[in-house]
């Protein structure tokens, strides 16, 4: 009976978060979004990809496409060095043929719990094309980024192809 009124509830306890180092910024992402965190290798380019496309790595035996959100959002080539990884994301399934996408990070991602009471939206913080929402969490600034989006311009990149 507990569990059923947790669900049925408008409001959460806490939301089991990561915050993923970009270049510039940190993305704060629900843990459920996250599939892993690999090392940085086996990047393959892809021919006449916009320059966001990092290319495509295998994962598990899939072909997963890598991007860069730094550069969707029109900042500077992030650099690839010994901390950077690579996250694994689930995608959102706005298509059946786009299982996981992945992201390049400038270091490690650390755990945080999310509450209602800790994070706010940032109105006055001017928003790049791919984030969804720029919010303080415990006295961080933190991008939530707009998933649905960077998989449609993929999408329509592939499509292309």
């Given at each position: 009976m507990r569990a059923k009124h947790q669900i049925e509830s408008d409001s959460y306890q806490e939301v089991a978060s990561l915050l993923v180092p970009l270049n510039e910024s940190l993305?704060?992402?629900?843990?459920?979004?996250?599939?892993?965190?690999?090392?940085l290798g086996g990047i393959r380019p892809v021919a006449h990809a916009p320059e966001w496309l990092l290319g495509h790595i295998n994962w598990r035996?899939?072909?997963?496409?890598?991007?860069?959100?730094?550069?969707?959002?029109?900042?500077?080539?992030?650099?690839?060095?010994?901390?950077?990884?690579?996250?694994?994301?689930?995608?959102?399934?706005i298509s059946?043929?786009?299982?996981?996408?992945?992201?390049?990070?400038?270091?490690?991602?650390?755990?945080?719990?999310?509450t209602d009471s800790e994070i706010a939206e940032r109105d006055e913080v001017d928003k790049a094309p791919f984030d969804e929402l720029v919010v303080t969490w415990a006295g961080e600034q933190a991008v939530i980024p707009a998933l649905a989006q960077i998989e449609q311009a993929y999408l329509e990149f592939a499509e292309q192809c």
């Open positions: 993305l704060l992402l629900p843990n459920v979004t996250v599939a892993e965190i690999v090392p035996e899939q072909d997963v496409p890598i991007v860069s959100v730094e550069l969707m959002n029109g900042q500077q080539r992030p650099e690839q060095s010994d901390r950077c990884r690579i996250a694994v994301l689930n995608t959102t399934g059946d043929s786009l299982s996981f996408m992945a992201i390049l990070t400038q270091g490690l991602p650390r755990l945080a719990r999310v």
